[in-house]
């Protein structure tokens, strides 16, 4: 935790710049100073003395210089703690392509000399013996001084002397500028706007103060979120745990945690006391809503085995809550169900006891009485041998139409049995057999006879149909001579040439049919091919157009981000050098690679033009002689299945129109 009595800040900001007017003022530099002043003196927030906050605005380079010497000097022992924070432009030399701070005085002309250079800026928090050292950089390219500090293993031990204990935040890449709300002067920057925000309303985690570290996670995901540029941080020996301010959100997270459980209480339900502790759960209450849901559970259970009333299920009820409030309760309605269940069961058994010998029974007096069938229908049967075979015939006719009808009646296998002789049967019996199935035979005879006819009948129209329709296609008009009996054998010569005709005719129509069959299936074949071969090409993907960029001005970015390469960086200076010389106007054309989908792409290329326009507004060019286009994937320059092709198209085309 800082030591708020021994600890010296110093604010730096540049929001004008007279010396060269190509650089655009930044009236959100003002903001952020006297807020940060204001939420570092507050006791509610910080509390650091009024007496050891140092502000230096719209300052030159030496005067800053000599703050940062003196605050050196202030801070010279382990105790005292070092709070830097600087806000304003950030700007690359073209000639080393370092960064430089930019100060009031400063001119892209002269940056050099009238720009602090990182690397002195550095030496001056070397020189600070603090035991902790916290540094804010709120400009364009901030990221360069994170970079810079990682460097080489054979360069750290000079490099990083002096800097134990020192945390460095930046709002941006080194190679991406930071955003301001140009149309909003009276508001802070964005970063520093958040910054503040969080300081003033703290953050939802279970600690009175907030670390540098758990700061910086949420400036990260609010940038994310706001596509905004991504801050950057490095630390040394753990100075990111660092205590900066107070949590004043800790109290209200404990109020929050009260009102959540009265929530769940009112509820009163598993799931709202299981939401309850995923959100805290590590809270005093968790105890007692775990005691609510297992008593929850407990009761569902038991309403569920009052209303089946099963054996199993008030099993299960004493199984998991043997101790439970219905158990005694449960006991003793399972032992009445278990009665009940041993007395039906005996039940069961009595029953199926008594009705085995009711059925033996039964089936014994229908034995009986199928044996008396049989005897008095053997003893009955007497005939003599002699007529045996039309007796046979008989039975045959009879029992066929009979048995289906008549159960009660012996199938014809029965009667050849051994025991009943051929020499037993008589022509009496055969005579009252066949008596009595002779009605149903009739009826069915008459009904075999009715359909046979039908079935002619159908048969005789159908072919009286074919034969008519064989004569119609056949037939041929020819002229008879009947005048006289001596023109027959003209006649006879007529008919033949007539059904000599008629055979031709006939013949020529069957071979035209199998001609136009012949025609109709290459016809449908050649269709199908063609139907194929369009099918085939509609498949086939419409080969891509390759053409040449629009200007000679490119600029190309990473992948999946607005995030410029470093060679680009020199274009957008160049260009921004021909627009301060000249009254022409800008187009930025974006375009991206086809590895995406089209919508993203399309925003993504969008996104690339934008960020080329925030560079050059913040160089000093109105933003109304630029404007912006995302084309996504269309116009490739080359293909887009290799890298060095994706590379190629992810650019913006920056085209001056005079």
Request: aromatic share 10%; charged share 25%.
């Amino acid at each position: 935790m800082l030591d708020y009595e021994h600890t010296i800040v110093l604010l730096i900001g540049a929001s004008i710049f007279p010396h060269d007017l190509d650089i655009c003022s930044i009236p959100n530099v003002e903001v952020n100073l006297e807020q940060f002043k204001r939420y570092l003196i507050d006791e509610k927030y910080i509390g650091i003395p009024h007496e050891n906050i140092i502000i230096s605005l719209n300052e030159n380079k030496i005067q800053i210089e000599k703050h940062l010497r003196n605050i050196a000097e202030l801070t010279s022992k382990k105790k005292h703690s070092l709070i830097i924070y600087y806000s304003g432009h950030g700007l690359l030399s073209a000639r080393e392509y370092k960064l430089y701070l930019s100060t009031s005085q400063t001119s892209r002309k002269y940056l050099e000399i009238e720009g602090i250079n990182i690397d002195e800026f550095k030496k001056y928090i070397r020189y600070s013996n603090a035991g902790t050292k916290i540094i804010i950089l709120d400009c364009c390219h901030s990221g360069a001084i994170v970079g810079m500090m990682n460097g080489k293993k054979d360069l750290i031990q000079t490099n990083l002397q002096g800097f134990e204990g020192t945390y460095i935040m930046a709002s941006a890449p080194e190679n991406e500028p930071a955003m301001f709300p140009s149309e909003s002067p009276n508001k802070p920057t964005f970063f520093t706007g958040r910054l503040l925000e969080i300081i003033e309303k703290g953050l939802e985690i279970d600690s009175d103060y907030c670390s540098m570290r758990e700061i910086f996670i949420e400036l990260e995901s609010f940038c994310r979120e706001n596509r905004l540029p991504i801050p950057q941080q490095y630390n040394l020996n753990r100075a990111d745990e660092v205590l900066f301010c107070k949590n004043n959100n800790y109290g209200d997270i404990e109020h929050k945690e009260e009102r959540d459980f009265y929530t769940a209480e009112l509820v009163n339900t598993v799931i709202g006391y299981q939401n309850f502790m995923t959100l805290h759960p590590f809270s005093a209450y968790a105890p007692i809503c775990r005691g609510k849901i297992n008593e929850l559970e407990e009761h569902k259970l038991w309403t569920l085995a009052l209303k089946k009333n099963r054996i199993q299920l008030f099993r299960d009820y004493l199984k998991f809550y043997p101790n439970g409030k219905f158990a005694n309760e449960a006991t003793n309605r399972l032992d009445l169900l278990c009665l009940d269940e041993n007395i039906t069961k005996e039940s069961i058994a009595i029953e199926r006891d008594l009705k085995i010998p009711v059925l033996n029974q039964q089936i014994d007096c229908l034995g009986k009485e199928r044996g008396k069938e049989e005897v008095l229908y053997a003893e009955t049967i007497r005939i003599n041998a002699d007529n045996i075979n039309d007796l046979n015939l008989e039975k045959k006719k009879v029992f066929s139409e009979t048995q289906k009808d008549d159960p009660l009646i012996l199938p014809f296998q029965e009667i050849n049995h051994p025991k009943y002789s051929k020499d037993t049967f008589s022509n009496e019996t055969s005579e009252a057999i066949s008596g009595s199935g002779s009605i149903q035979g009739e009826r069915k005879f008459i009904l075999r006879t009715s359909l046979k006819f039908v079935l002619i009948l159908i048969l005789s129209f159908l072919c009286i149909i074919i034969i008519y329709a064989s004569w119609t296609f056949t037939r041929r008009p020819f002229h008879i001579n009947t005048k006289s009996e001596g023109s027959g054998t003209t006649g006879s010569i007529k008919d033949k040439s007539a059904k000599r005709d008629s055979l031709q005719l006939t013949t020529r129509i069957f071979d035209s049919l199998e001609s136009i069959k012949e025609t109709y299936n290459q016809e449908a074949t050649k269709g199908a091919k063609g139907l194929k071969m369009n099918v085939q090409a509609s498949r086939k993907p419409e080969p891509e157009v390759y053409g040449n960029p629009e200007s000679q001005y490119l600029l190309y970015c990473e992948y999946n981000s607005s995030v410029f390469k470093m060679s680009s960086l020199h274009i957008l200076d160049s260009l921004s050098q021909i627009m301060r010389s000249t009254n022409g106007k800008l187009l930025l054309k974006g375009y991206y690679s086809s590895d995406v989908s089209k919508a993203y792409s399309k925003e993504l290329s969008l996104d690339m033009a934008n960020s080329a326009k925030v560079y050059l507004v913040n160089s000093g060019i109105s933003s109304s002689r630029i404007k912006t286009y995302g084309y996504g994937s269309e116009r490739p320059l080359a293909p887009s299945n290799t890298e060095d092709g994706r590379y190629e198209n992810r650019r913006v085309e920056c085209i001056l129109i005079k």
